[in-house]
């Protein structure tokens, strides 16, 4: 055993990159919301990249450690505490055993971000279930039992790789870090619906401001904002979805489908939202401002391409650094 929940947190779930491979059969991928935040962690570990982590959200989680282990904390700044004492997000510390781990969510500030990602060296030991660790909430699949964590829950970590402790004190570089870049909009390609809107529906869809809504979840995330036109009708004969569709009903209020979308729907697609943006629209709260940005599939692939390039660079600083 390693980690005990002594807090939950808000919600707190394990997390790795997904499962893939089962949507024929009506099963969502879910994983992470920011898959780069929780790639860059377990890499500043000497973990594998898809190792499973705990996806935070917010504020709360307080656990201890039965054995010591390294972390590090991604994405968001949720202002973590080791044994009372402030620890900087993308560092990796170590843990004694006996240790006490606290994530305050303070500051939680509208474009500071509300997901963080804490890896463990060796990653996150729960049952595999259809290739993926990953929780998905609505079907009680996967993770900790099915569900997010819960106080008096023990989760196990596997045995980390050698050296790990001297990952400890390394620092992720700032430029290769993802950043939430509060104001860039969100890069889309168009849907495969686009035919169904008019021409003034996709003006406004392009050219005018969207917000947050309160209801946003893992599943989607709804925009409140000026009406989408449609030619006709909101409904399609149900096809599928993929990570970022851009759904609009009837209202004209558009629905981005996140990490645990539902395999099939039946509303109109004006577009999808890359994968490096839909990471970024994961770490806005409600009433949070976010805009569309028309791009090519090719430049939708460059900042995925960059970051590959970047997660290559910090694998190597991070070996330079245990070979000191």
């Not at 390693?2 to 790795?16: F, H, Y």
């Not at 949507?23 to 860059?40: A, E, N």
């Not at 060796?122 to 997010?148: C, E, L, N, Q, W």
Request: net charge neutral; charged share 25%.
């Amino acid at each position: 055993m390693s980690l005990l929940v002594e807090k939950p947190g808000m919600l707190t779930l394990v997390q790795d990159l997904g499962r893939w491979g089962h949507q024929f059969r009506g099963l969502t991928v879910s994983g992470p919301m920011d898959q780069f935040s929780l790639r860059m962690g377990n890499v500043m570990l000497g973990n594998d990249e898809n190792d499973a982590a705990l996806e935070v959200t917010l504020f709360g989680l307080e656990i201890s450690f039965l054995e010591e282990r390294c972390v590090a904390l991604t994405g968001a700044d949720l202002a973590m505490r080791i044994d009372g004492v402030p620890a900087a997000s993308w560092t990796a510390h170590h843990v004694r055993q006996g240790g006490r781990l606290a994530i305050t969510g303070l500051p939680a500030l509208p474009g500071g971000g509300c997901r963080s990602y804490l890896c463990v060296s060796g990653g996150v030991d729960v049952p595999m279930v259809m290739g993926s660790r990953s929780t998905f909430t609505r079907g009680k699949i996967g993770g900790y039992h099915g569900r997010a964590l819960a106080a008096g829950d023990v989760v196990e970590t596997f045995d980390p790789k050698p050296l790990w402790r001297k990952s400890a004190g390394f620092v992720c570089p700032p430029e290769l870090r993802p950043t939430l870049y509060r104001d860039e909009p969100l890069h889309t390609m168009d849907g495969p619906q686009i035919d169904a809107f008019t021409q003034a529906g996709i003006d406004t869809f392009y050219n005018e401001p969207y917000v947050v809504a309160n209801e946003v979840d893992r599943m989607g995330y709804r925009l409140d904002g000026p009406k989408i036109e449609h030619k006709t009708r909101a409904d399609i004969i149900s096809d599928g979805i993929v990570h970022g569709s851009v759904q609009v009903p009837g209202e004209g209020k558009p629905i981005v489908l996140m990490s645990d979308r539902q395999t099939t729907g039946g509303y109109t697609k004006i577009a999808v939202v890359s994968t490096w943006s839909v990471a970024r629209l994961a770490q806005k709260m409600p009433g949070e401002t976010v805009r569309f940005h028309k791009v090519t599939e090719h430049e939708a692939v460059q900042y995925l391409i960059k970051f590959e390039r970047d997660l290559r660079r910090l694998d190597e600083t991070r070996a330079s650094y245990r070979s000191r």
